[in-house]
């Protein structure tokens, strides 16, 4: 997406500059592409409005036309105003001062609060040292109360016993007299989901919201909504005084324009993102990366914090210059995996490259997964050194042996085989796609043709 | 320009901008034809019901080609943007038949995380219940906190069977003993509901790949059914869904949920246009009798706005 649309900007803006004039027909062209990628993104369209025409006042500049690149220029001017709706990072939660302070959860059916109550309690446990007990609301929804419970078993969480028939404004006053006769810190009060134009369930809510006083409400909502997330997030904002917003889903491929909408409407900040079903994907919101994938252009900042974390950056070189001839061997497969495995697996790390959209999905269908990933690790370490420099040695005898060392099949062994052929003819793909290569910054140097230096950086 | 400016600024122009779309079209002509900035209003009207920028401008276009007589009311022009999008789904519009020469007939549910899986499983438990057939429920989501009993208290309230395993179990497993089970015991209906996956998963797709091949073992034509929950607050991302469970599973069509609430769904239209789709059913609420048939006049009244305005 991202490389197709500063095509068709970088074209546009080449042709403009020719003529020597620019008209304002000429930019609103232009930014006709750029509205197509934030609507295609799940921008709402008042705020993909709003931004065009931001971002045409600035675009007309003499910036944009001098540039070299101005289709790209005009994507970095978006990409800030993006940032700037989007707010800045590290907008942490707010802990209890007068214990026990209350976090209540609200949102749409399905959107992810049970889930998230456990993970943020489990964080403000592991992170905060705070002492937290959990209290289900949910009426409503089937076994909603055992699921929370469940969860609180699996993560050593204390929940609220279940009374059967008790109301929502019952549950609420009996979770916070036990938060302060056990001395909590922290009770967390999951709320059943419920639709923004349900008067007599968002009046329940009122009630419960005015009742609590939480320290935090926390807007819970999925990544993947479409044109009806600002909807939503104004009308909960006006029964209730959001604190923020936690956008589940996060790992989903969705461009999540959601997060914009919502920001842009309530004014709200998103405080934290999910990013998986267990209990531990909870993460940080960055701004830039969001505003990156609203482009399409990829993760490229997540990307290089990850592979600075966690990759020695000479090895990554070594790796890289055979990974972009297309000749790895299962050593190198070996080191990949492992580096990989540490940096939150291989979909999430293609997924933060620049233009490899497309090769995701590959991945995807190639089934290259963290499960499988402990597999493979498992068949690479049942081969004899030969082995594994000249994959081309494993035929059938060989393939029956490591098999049966590894405790997988044969099928699995030549899945693995051609998957280290895939992978060296994708990444002889990707080696042309940087043309400064790996070298400079490890990894990143895969990121984007022609980009200025720490542009979508911090 | 400072920021703080900017962004206030834009907040007030967000409540105005979306409330004079909530106006209405108010039909202006050039000669016969719809002007500019009727047009834009329709387009826009569009991608708010989420048909997606380039659905939105297609339908558009094919509007302002359009002759209309010379004091059209814009109620007239909504019909007819109605007509063009019922022409796009009336074919799609196939509602979920029983077959009882299936014994049992297996209905799979599969979707992204809390789409409405479970409880669509039970809305179509009960349909077939209140029709005295005999139905089983198979808890194959093995994975989600209390999915089990989310699907028993399913099971008790349409009078169904539930069949299930222990949390962690392997989901492949419990269906093919629920297939076996079923036969066994005379089950005409054999709802299979499965853990939510997001379709970028590839551990999670191959579980459901394996799922459906257990099936297929014990009944080559089965699933007879496949169906993909869809949540109707779904934006353009429905169609990566789409895309990649079409690619798992044999999805025989969609079920679209929560259209009880503001989202309008409009992105079934782009689906319709792009995968030729069948979509069974949309869910309108939480309760075992909130499934309806999905009816495409109806469905695109409603993304135009024309049930409520006018
Ligand atoms: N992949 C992924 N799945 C998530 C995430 N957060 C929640 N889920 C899943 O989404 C589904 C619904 O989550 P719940 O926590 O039950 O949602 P809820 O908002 O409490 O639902 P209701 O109480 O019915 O309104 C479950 O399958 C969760 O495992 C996330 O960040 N990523
Ligand atoms: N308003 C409304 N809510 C619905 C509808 N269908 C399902 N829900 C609600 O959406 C939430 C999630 O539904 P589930 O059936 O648990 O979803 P699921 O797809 O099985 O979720 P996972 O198994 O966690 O992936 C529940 O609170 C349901 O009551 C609908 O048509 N309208
Ligand atoms: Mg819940
Ligand atoms: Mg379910």
Redesign the pocket.
């Known amino acids: 997406m991202f490389d197709s649309l500063s095509g068709r900007l970088n074209e546009v803006f080449e042709g403009l500059k020719r003529r020597g004039t620019l008209k304002e027909n000429d930019v609103d062209l232009a930014l006709r592409d750029v509205r197509i990628a934030l609507l295609e993104a799940d921008v709402a369209l008042p705020v993909a409005r709003d931004l065009i025409k931001k971002v045409k006042s600035e675009a007309v500049g003499e910036k944009v036309l001098k540039s070299v690149t101005p289709g790209q220029m005009v994507i970095k001017v978006v990409h800030d105003a993006l940032v700037e709706i989007l707010g800045s990072d590290d907008i942490k939660l707010q802990i209890p001062l007068n214990p026990p302070g209350a976090y209540l959860m609200v949102?749409?059916?399905?959107?992810?609060?049970?889930?998230?109550s456990a993970k943020i309690s489990q964080y403000l446990i592991e992170k905060e040292n705070q002492k937290v007990l959990m209290a289900s609301l949910?009426v409503a929804?089937p076994a909603?109360q055992e699921?929370l419970k469940i969860l609180g078993e699996q993560a050593g969480i204390t929940t609220l016993p279940i009374i059967e028939g008790q109301p929502p404004i019952e549950i609420t006053k009996r979770a916070m007299q036990a938060g302060s006769l056990g001395g909590y810190d922290a009770v967390m009060l999951?709320t059943?989901?419920r639709l923004a134009i349900d008067e007599a369930l968002m009046a329940e809510l009122a009630a419960i919201y005015a009742q609590v006083k939480p320290i935090e409400t926390l807007l819970?909502a999925d990544a993947m909504t479409g044109q009806d997330a600002v909807n939503t997030a104004e009308q909960f904002k006006q029964r209730l005084d959001l604190t923020g917003i936690i956008l589940?889903?996060?790992?989903?491929d969705s461009r999540g324009g959601a997060a914009l909408s919502m920001r842009a409407t309530t004014g709200c900040p998103i405080k934290l993102i999910?990013?998986?079903?267990k209990l531990d994907?909870i993460e940080n919101f960055h701004p830039e990366r969001i505003a990156g994938r609203i482009l399409g252009m990829g993760d490229v900042v997540s990307l290089v914090e990850r592979v600075n974390e966690s990759v020695e950056e000479e090895e990554a070189e070594r790796l890289a210059a055979k990974a972009k001839k297309g000749q790895m061997d299962f050593n190198d497969m070996a080191d990949q995996l492992r580096q990989v495995t540490n940096m939150g697996g291989l979909s999430g790390l293609m997924g933060m490259l620049p233009g490899v959209g497309k090769m995701k999905k590959q991945m995807t269908e190639a089934n290259v997964d963290e499960k499988m990933i402990l597999h493979q690790q498992a068949i690479i370490q049942s081969m004899t050194s030969r082995e594994r420099l000249k994959p081309k040695l494993i035929q059938a005898s060989r393939k029956r042996r490591i098999a049966a060392g590894s405790g997988t099949t044969v099928q699995e062994v030549n899945k693995l085989l051609k998957q280290l052929t895939t992978l060296n003819k994708m990444m002889k793909k990707m080696g042309k796609m940087g043309n400064k290569g790996l070298s400079r910054h490890g990894l990143s140097g895969l990121g984007m043709p022609g980009f200025p230096p720490g542009f979508g950086g911090v | 320009m400072s920021s703080e400016s900017w962004l206030s600024r834009l907040r007030k122009g967000l409540s105005k901008s979306s409330s004079r779309l909530t106006e209405g079209v108010t039909a202006v002509l050039t000669g016969r034809r719809l002007d500019a900035e009727a047009i834009e209003e329709l387009e826009e009207t569009l991608i708010l019901a989420d048909l997606g920028p380039s659905m939105a401008s297609r339908l558009a276009r094919t509007l302002s080609q359009k002759r209309f007589e010379k004091n059209v009311e814009s109620r007239e022009v909504l019909r007819f943007l109605t007509g063009l999008i019922t022409e796009v789904l009336e074919p799609i519009a196939t509602p979920l038949i029983y077959r009882s020469d299936k014994k049992p007939h297996i209905i799979l549910t599969v979707g992204v995380?809390?789409s409405g899986k479970t409880t669509t499983v039970g809305k179509l438990a009960q349909q077939h219940t209140k029709k005295g057939r005999k139905v089983m429920l198979a808890a194959a989501d093995t994975f989600?906190a209390a999915a089990v009993e989310q699907l028993e208290v399913w099971g008790n309230r349409t009078c169904s069977t539930v069949v299930s395993a222990e949390t962690g179990a392997d989901a492949a497993s419990l269906a093919y003993k629920s297939i076996e089970q079923a036969k066994s015991d005379g089950t005409q209906v054999l709802l299979i509901d499965t853990?939510?996956r997001?379709h970028n998963k590839g551990n999670l797709m191959a579980e459901l790949e394996k799922i459906v091949r257990v099936i297929k073992k014990i009944d080559p034509e089965a699933p007879h059914d496949c169906v993909l929950v869809l949540d109707a607050t779904t934006g353009q991302n429905a169609i990566a869904q789409v895309e990649f469970f079409q690619k798992t599973a044999p999805i025989t069509g969609l079920i679209v949920t929560k259209l009880d609430g503001s989202a309008k769904g409009g992105v079934l239209v782009a689906l319709a246009d792009k995968f030729k789709i069948p979509v069974h059913a949309v869910g309108v609420g939480e309760t075992a009798e909130d499934l309806q048939p999905f009816e495409a006049h109806d469905f695109a009244e409603s993304l135009v706005g024309l049930e409520i305005e006018c």
Do not use: C, M, P, Y
């Open positions: 949102g749409l059916q399905g959107s992810g609060k049970t889930t998230t949910d929804r909603a699921q999951d059943a989901g819970i589940t889903r996060v790992d989903g999910g990013t998986g079903e994907a | 995380n809390g989600r853990a939510g997001l």
